[in-house]
């Protein structure tokens, strides 16, 4: 057995792993391709995953150039080498991304945080397990979707006016109501969100998953109301069934639809611009030069990949979704599934880019309902305006 070859394959596996979850899964599911065709891509990437290491053990490690029994690799052919080539960078890519992902820090702007963890599964006496697809994965005994993470953060604002200083916002977001996991769940989800009495309650979309359980949105997000409102956008599972219906539903319980427009709030006092995002799969953006120059912007949008957009619009705060902080997070690598332009750079978190605050919610469930390292979430964030606290 030649020991470096056989680093160099797992090497190699390793980076046409990344290959195909960056590309094949990753960035495609970031832009408006129909369902049924990311099915099959997902089809795909199942079967060349596992698939690689076994034709490469046997056609260049045993067989052909016999790589793991002391053979030269400048007798593998050229259309292995233009692939292998591809699996290395990629190799390399995975590694110093996850570099990076160790070393990054929480922004300055994080002032405060807590959170607690809700066994929703011991607090209902069951496991909220419904009819819907995917039940296995409901019932895996490591599967922790029924552990809650009810998470309070603290932002310092630059620029907040200080008459929104201790401003409050619940962000919901990807609830993906498609009967696997039982309307109590969300239920109880509810009753937290109720007793939380926020200010502001936003949801930044992906709601269903299955049409026929709009009715589910009354006994849940149609129970909760804030003192300056409630303000929804829908997201790409969305997109896939019956958007129009869903929105008029969310309506008719008193919320706002910002979907592509600009609302003014008036705040304790002051103008709060609130806009909805739903690109690339619904609308158009926001037009927030309708905001007064004073007024606080908060963007809402489904996918944390329109930070760019953003940041050359002056938001102040934006509230994202849609990558569900990766599902399953594996040691040391953490999030590898993200449906991003960005791969898992915007996977779940906290981001300041200037002079944009990113928060990234995990969401509290998905079309395919498991975690593992990685916690189900709903977050309520405080606002505070430095200038505020100087004059105190």
Same mark, same amino acid.
């Given at each position: ?98 570099? %990076? ?10 002032? %405060? ?17 419904? %009819? ?187 509230? %994202? ?72």
């Amino acid at each position: 057995m030649d020991w470096l070859n056989a680093f160099l394959f797992f090497l190699l596996i390793a980076g046409h792993t990344e290959f195909q979850v960056a590309i094949v899964v990753n960035r495609s599911h970031a832009i408006p391709l129909p369902c049924g065709f990311l099915r099959q891509l997902r089809h795909v990437h199942d079967v060349l995953v596992p698939a690689f290491p076994l034709v490469l053990i046997w056609f260049l490690g045993i067989k052909g150039p016999r790589l793991l029994l002391g053979g030269s690799w400048s007798d593998v052919g050229w259309s292995w080498r233009v692939y292998l080539a591809i699996c290395a960078v990629s190799c390399v890519a995975l590694i110093l991304t996850t570099i %990076a992902r160790r070393l990054r820090r929480d922004p300055a702007c994080l002032i %405060a945080s807590e959170s607690q963890v809700v066994n929703i599964e011991k607090e209902l006496g069951a496991r909220p397990v419904g %009819a819907g697809p995917y039940q296995g994965l409901a019932n895996l005994s490591i599967n922790e979707m029924f552990q809650l993470e009810y998470t309070q953060k603290t932002f310092e604002l630059r620029g907040l006016p200080n008459e929104l200083d201790g401003l409050t916002i619940m962000h919901l977001s990807d609830w993906h109501f498609i009967g696997t996991l039982d309307l109590p769940y969300f239920q109880y989800v509810t009753d937290i969100v109720t007793k939380a009495e926020s200010d502001l309650i936003v949801f930044t979309g992906d709601l269903l998953d299955d049409q026929r359980l709009i009715d589910w949105i009354e006994p849940t997000l149609g129970q909760m109301s804030a003192p300056f409102g409630c303000y929804f956008i829908l997201g790409n599972h969305d997109w896939y069934l019956q958007p129009e219906k869903t929105r008029e539903r969310f309506e008719q319980l008193g919320w706002h639809d910002v979907s592509g427009t600009v609302k003014l709030v008036d705040t304790k006092g002051h103008p709060l611009a609130i806009g909805g995002d739903e690109r690339p799969w619904m609308g158009e953006a926001p037009d927030f030069s309708i905001a007064p120059e004073n007024s606080m912007r908060l963007l809402l949008s489904h996918s944390p990949d329109n930070i760019k957009w953003a940041k050359r619009n002056a938001i102040d705060l934006m509230l %994202a979704g849609h990558n569900h902080g990766g599902q399953v997070r594996l040691p040391i690598i953490e999030a590898v599934y993200s449906p991003s332009i960005y791969g898992c750079r915007y996977a779940s978190g906290v981001f300041f880019e200037e002079p944009t605050l990113l928060y990234i919610s995990r969401g509290i469930s998905g079309r395919h309902p498991l975690r593992w390292r990685c916690l189900p979430e709903i977050t309520r964030l405080t606002l505070r305006s430095p200038t505020a606290h100087q004059t105190r």
